[in-house]
């Protein structure tokens, strides 16, 4: 797996995060959204797999994301175009992408505002997509993870009147076919959580924190009967 | 005082009647493609090009193959060849374009025209807008960047004797027509629009171009074929009249309404429309959600028995056969007992030949597909997959599947594509339901893509769609494998559709030299079979061009071959009378030398009638390895 964005994501201990994105971008490069013709729709996958957890791609035709008008060059639309983009052009898409999934989705658990933190694959796997990709040609995609509590039991998903074309929404649980929702800019819907377990899970923030302590404690821990021990040798 | 009417009325008919007088040391030879030759002070310049080789300068408008070989034809050795600057290397060395094209034909939506030049051709003059060029006798001629017809055309200005003349090569036919429309395919940029959805794309650029030149007041154009225009300023009026009255027709019955919205269906309008310019578009029709037991799985459709059993309408990758597999994991679905493929394209086909092997159920199609699923390389349509399909069982038109408490009825329904099909579906407990593919969708019809070949005729295309949609039982639905819903037209809705469509196949007929529109949009009118094959070296192989006669007269078709080295042909000029709207073809057995180089080469053929000439018209690949 290339390089991340995640990895310069904030937070005292990245190991965890590093780790759930990696997880997400494998499991997204090689079952990920079903799209179809990707200049379309825009595609919005949710996946209801871990209560407690929503996992959430958005899948981008990126010609679409060029904030200039780009000159008609060949296959300006097409696979080859994204192929063939230098690493400050994917740089930019990926900020548009970004920027993009913010101003065009919103997502809500009960009365809290979420905002997804998009993981993207590094820059040679949006060039080249693996073999097997589910990825549709000249597209690449953003995952990020977003955790509800247990009191929590609806998302809504608003999508902006702003987006010029129709979003296929698509909801995945376990052992049930996918859901589809065709939504109109301006759209939104609702969709029923499965219950988060009791102890709602820390998010990766707090765990890196406990994390973080409970090696210190050891270390304060250790120090502490070090210094027992060597008075108790003297 | 009785008189004077009359003189004047003699004196206006004399006026329309004089032919276009070209300066003295210009001349101008009409032929498959013009040529005008100006001599002076022992310089000797041709636009286009000429039979008559050793030319000291040879102008190019464009890059097209006719013209590269005409113009190669005047240069002889020494001469001068200017050309576009924007595709001079490409000029100078073809050879690795049509190396790639063999694999880059494949999975293709960029929906440009083939007719690229074959052998290289130096250009010694790249020239672009604003650029002079010295000819004879002090000429200068001035470069205007007019692009169009083709991306990278020019128009030469040249001013003598008090006279502009514009040589405008294809951007601009006598009456104010075009010789073809799908030419203009491309991507829309500013609309967000790429080459595949992009009908007409670049006919907001002919209009500027034709604006641009307009403003330069010429006095007369010398387009590459056909007559010299002598009313310049009427003729470009009259063409953006033409290609805006066909624009409006197109988007307001556009499918793509339901995609991509009234912004960019109206930023791609008012780039052809004018920029204030109100853009119509077609409201969306009754849909409603899919049944139970029709399943969305990316442009997979998956009808479900009530036993568990499935079958399958198109697998177009990775993501809906990863989705079909998960279905069996988890049980959702029995066992796949069949798959119908709708038409080729290649994110409703990719999948289709390894979903068949690993579950072992048969791939169903209605002829005009399964050729293109068995043999994709010997096609050239767009969006082809190169994942054959080991073998399909052909439906015919109207044939019946019963499969579970299901009767499937096959279809051609040739809608989005000429190679396509539908599938009728019904079970007692509900409405009948027409599987259409891509061809509508609730904002109107799916015709964006002309190297689709969408054909205007009553017997085939969506004329034939339309009427079979017009013969489904009442109460039917129509579905799109793009398109979560069920819906339908009202049938006052299909006979706007069908009006508007008619409309448009005039206006297209208005727009062209042909006797018959279909010309206009059909590239592949006349094209070989296979595209693409393979041939080793001391092998023999044959070649087969196709016709389709859309005229409404039988046609004479004269065909004379030009092929590569290391490749002959038993016979190289055939001739053959096709009846009228009918097809016809004829075969070429091919030698390959047993010395032939490695490689891929290219075989063109002109083909003439009594009313058109086209040099290097139609072309195949044969790699030899």
């Known amino acids: 797996m290339s390089s991340i964005h995640a990895d310069t994501t904030t937070g005292p201990d990245n190991t965890a995060m590093l780790t759930r994105a990696v997880v997400v971008l494998t499991f997204f490069v090689l079952a990920g959204p079903a799209a179809g013709h990707p200049a379309l729709y825009h595609y919005l996958e949710i996946n209801l797999l871990e209560p407690g957890e929503v996992s959430v791609y958005v899948t981008f035709h990126a010609p679409e994301l060029s904030t200039g008008v780009a000159p008609l060059e060949e296959d300006i639309f097409g696979r080859e175009w994204l192929a063939t983009r230098d690493d400050v052009s994917l740089a930019a898409l990926v900020e548009n992408a970004d920027r993009f999934a913010g101003e065009v989705f919103s997502f809500r658990f009960g009365d809290r505002n979420v905002v997804p933190d998009f993981a993207f694959p590094g820059f040679e796997t949006i060039r080249r997509p693996p073999a097997g990709s589910v990825v549709p040609d000249g597209c690449f995609s953003g995952a990020a993870t977003l955790v509800y509590e247990r009191a929590e039991t609806d998302l809504m998903i608003e999508f902006s009147a702003t987006a010029e074309k129709r979003l296929m929404l698509i909801i995945n649980r376990p052992a049930a076919f996918p859901r589809v929702i065709d939504l109109e800019p301006g759209g939104h819907f609702s969709l029923a959580l499965p219950e988060a377990p009791a102890l709602s899970r820390p998010d990766p923030d707090r765990k890196a924190i406990l994390f973080s302590g409970a090696i210190t404690l050891l270390l304060l821990l250790t120090l502490a009967l070090m210094r027992r021990r060597r008075a108790c040798l003297r | ?625």
């Open chain 2, 1 to 625: 005082m009785r008189m004077f009417p009359a003189i004047l009325l003699a004196l206006l008919a004399t006026a329309t009647t004089l032919p276009a007088e070209l300066p003295d040391g210009f001349r101008f030879e009409k032929g498959a493609l013009n040529s005008v030759t100006i001599e002076g002070a022992g310089q000797r310049l041709v636009v286009y090009g000429s039979a008559t080789p050793n030319a000291d300068q040879v102008l190019m408008t464009h890059m097209r193959r006719d013209l590269t070989e005409f113009a190669r034809a005047a240069v002889g050795t020494g001469g001068r060849v200017a050309a576009p600057r924007s595709v001079a290397a490409f000029l100078g060395d073809p050879s690795a374009h049509w190396t790639a094209w063999w694999d880059k034909r494949n999975d293709y939506y960029d929906q440009q025209v083939t007719r690229l030049p074959i052998a290289p051709l130096a250009v010694a003059d790249p020239v672009g807008d604003g650029d002079r060029l010295a000819g004879p006798g002090g000429l200068e001629f001035r470069v205007l960047e007019t692009p169009g017809y083709t991306r990278e055309g020019i128009t030469y200005l040249v001013e003598v004797d008090g006279k502009k003349i514009g040589f405008s090569g294809d951007l601009i036919l006598a009456g104010g027509r075009v010789p073809d429309l799908y030419s203009f395919q491309d991507a829309i940029p500013e609309a967000k629009i790429g080459g595949y959805h992009g009908y007409g794309g670049r006919l907001g650029q002919l209009i500027r171009s034709l604006e641009k030149l307009a403003a330069e007041k010429p006095d007369l154009l010398v387009p590459i074929r056909g007559e010299i225009i002598t009313d310049p300023q009427g003729d470009i009026a009259e063409l953006i009249r033409r290609v805006r009255a066909i624009y409006a027709n197109y988007l307001s019955t556009n499918a793509l309404n339901w995609y991509f919205k009234e912004e960019r269906l109206t930023a791609a309008g008012r780039l052809v429309l004018g920029a204030e310019a109100e853009v119509e578009l077609m409201d969306y029709s009754e849909h409603v959600e899919l049944p139970d037991w029709c399943k969305h799985l990316g442009t997979t459709k998956l009808l479900l028995a009530g036993d568990g059993s499935g079958f399958v309408l198109d697998c177009g990758g990775p993501g809906p056969l990863g989705d079909l597999r998960k279905a069996l994991a988890d049980g959702l679905v029995t066992r796949i007992e069949g798959i119908f493929v709708t038409h080729t394209h290649n994110d409703h086909s990719a999948a289709v030949a390894e979903a068949a092997r690993e579950f072992g159920c048969p791939v169903y199609a209605v002829a005009e597909v399964a050729d293109v699923l068995e043999n994709p390389g010997a096609w050239f349509l767009p969006g082809t997959s190169a994942n054959a399909v080991d073998e399909v069982t052909v439906l015919a038109d109207g044939e019946k599947l019963p499969w579970k408490n299901y009767e499937l009825t096959a279809h051609f329904f040739p809608g989005q594509m000429y190679n396509h099909g539908a599938l009728l579906v019904e079970r007692s407990d509900h409405a009948p339901v027409f599987f259409i593919g891509d061809s509508f969708s609730p904002s109107g019809i799916d015709d964006y893509c002309l190297m689709n070949r969408n054909l205007m005729r009553d017997d085939t295309g969506y004329f034939l769609c339309f009427k079979k949609v017009r013969a489904l039982p009442a109460g039917s639905w129509l579905v799109n494998q793009h398109i979560p819903h069920l819906f339908r037209f009202t049938p006052e809705r299909l006979d706007l559709l069908e009006s508007r469509y008619r409309e448009r196949a005039d206006l297209i007929n208005a727009l062209t030299p042909w006797d018959d529109p279909n010309f206009a949009i059909d590239e592949r009118w006349a094209s070989f079979y296979p595209y693409g094959q393979e041939i080793e070296p001391g092998k023999e192989g044959s070649l087969e061009l196709r016709f389709w006669n859309h005229s409404v007269r039988d046609r004479e078709i004269r065909v004379k071959l030009h092929l590569p080295e290391g490749v002959s042909a038993a016979r190289s000029e055939v001739s053959l009378t096709i009846p009228a709207r009918r097809e016809g073809s004829m075969t070429f057995p091919l030698s390959i030398a047993d010395d032939a180089k490695p490689g891929v080469s290219v075989i063109t053929a002109d083909i003439a009638g009594d009313d058109f000439d086209l040099k290097q018209w139609a072309e195949a690949l044969v790699k030899i390895e």
